[in-house]
Every structure is written in structure tokens, then in C-alpha cells.
């Protein structure tokens, strides 16, 4: 019987860990060719539109933080802040998953998507120094921060994670 429960639960590790793969590999394969597609197909600083007064691709390059922050600081100062910035939330992110319950099915879900957003724009960052936005949403002349897929999944994987913390339901 014992040996029946330590199967068990290799079985739920190995599952957890395929989760966090499958996710966090899905959310950067999405992000970069998106990115990629935009790239190629839409010349820099061009626009179309998708859906007449709330919706246009539009590509952008965003050498600073969400929202532009620090977009205005000198190259080397913003790549080595956003590079190592990424690199330690992305090593918090893991620490949590690996030490959340198999249990809490929806917060590694979260925590797998804030990686795999995390890691999409630090590509970026490495790559070329700012990372591609092009999903640009819009009211007549009121203009959400044009993102990517990363910075959804960040956001996606957020408010799951400000959900479990607002009620409750991060494990012990």
C-alpha cells in the first residue's frame, strides 16, 4: 500500500511539472510568433484596424517596463534593471509553484502562465533590448498601453493569483 501512495505521488509531481511545461512553453511559443507575425507583416509604427473604434494591431516597440515605465533611462541602466528585474520574479514565480499543492489546480495555472509571459518578453529584452507590443485597444481617442501576449498571460496569471489571495485560497 505504501508503495502505492509514493506512485501516486511521483505520478502528481510529474504531472505538475508537465503542466508547468505545457503552459509556460504554450504562452512563449503563442507570444513569439505573434511578435514574429507582427515583425514581418506589419512595418514598424503602422496600423490596422481590426475592429473600427476598439480594436487595431499596431506595431510598437517598448523599451520600457509596463506602461513605458523607465522608457525614458539610458539602454544599458533599462536592459540590465528589466533583464535582472525578470529574472528574479521569474525565480519567484517558480519557488511558488514548486511549492504549491498539486490541490491548487487554478494557481499553478496562474503561476505557469506568469512565467511563461515573464520569459516571452525577456526574450524579447535579450533579443533586441524591448520587447514587441501590438494589440492595441481603444475607445474613440482613449488608447489602453498597446501589450502582447506575455504581458496577457501576466496579467491572466495575476489576477488568478490576487483571486486566491482575496479569498483565501492559497495554500498553507
Do not use: C
Not at 511521483?10 to 508537465?18: E, I
Not at 504554450?26 to 481590426?50: C, M, N, S
Not at 521569474?90 to 503561476?111: D, I
Amino acid at each position: 500500500m505504501n508503495h502505492d501512495l509514493k506512485d501516486r505521488s511521483v505520478s502528481n509531481k510529474r504531472s505538475k511539472y508537465l503542466k508547468l511545461i505545457f503552459i509556460a512553453g504554450l504562452v512563449i511559443l503563442i507570444d513569439q510568433v505573434t511578435k514574429f507575425a507582427v515583425e514581418h507583416y506589419l512595418p514598424l509604427y503602422h496600423t490596422v484596424e481590426i475592429v473600427p473604434g476598439f480594436f487595431n494591431l499596431t506595431h510598437l516597440l517598448n523599451p520600457g517596463g509596463a506602461f513605458g515605465l523607465m522608457a525614458n533611462q539610458g539602454q544599458v541602466i533599462r536592459a540590465l534593471l528589466f533583464i535582472v528585474v525578470s529574472l528574479l520574479a521569474a525565480g519567484m514565480v517558480l519557488y511558488f509553484y514548486l511549492k504549491t499543492p498539486e490541490t491548487h489546480q487554478m494557481l499553478l495555472t496562474g503561476l505557469a502562465m506568469i512565467l511563461g509571459g515573464a520569459a516571452g518578453n525577456l526574450i524579447d529584452r535579450l533579443r533586441m533590448g524591448k520587447v514587441v507590443d501590438f494589440l492595441d485597444f481603444y475607445i474613440k481617442n482613449l488608447h489602453w498601453p498597446a501589450f502582447n501576449v506575455a504581458d496577457s498571460a501576466i496579467s491572466i496569471g495575476m489576477t488568478i493569483f490576487a483571486l486566491h489571495i482575496l479569498s483565501g485560497r492559497l495554500p498553507e
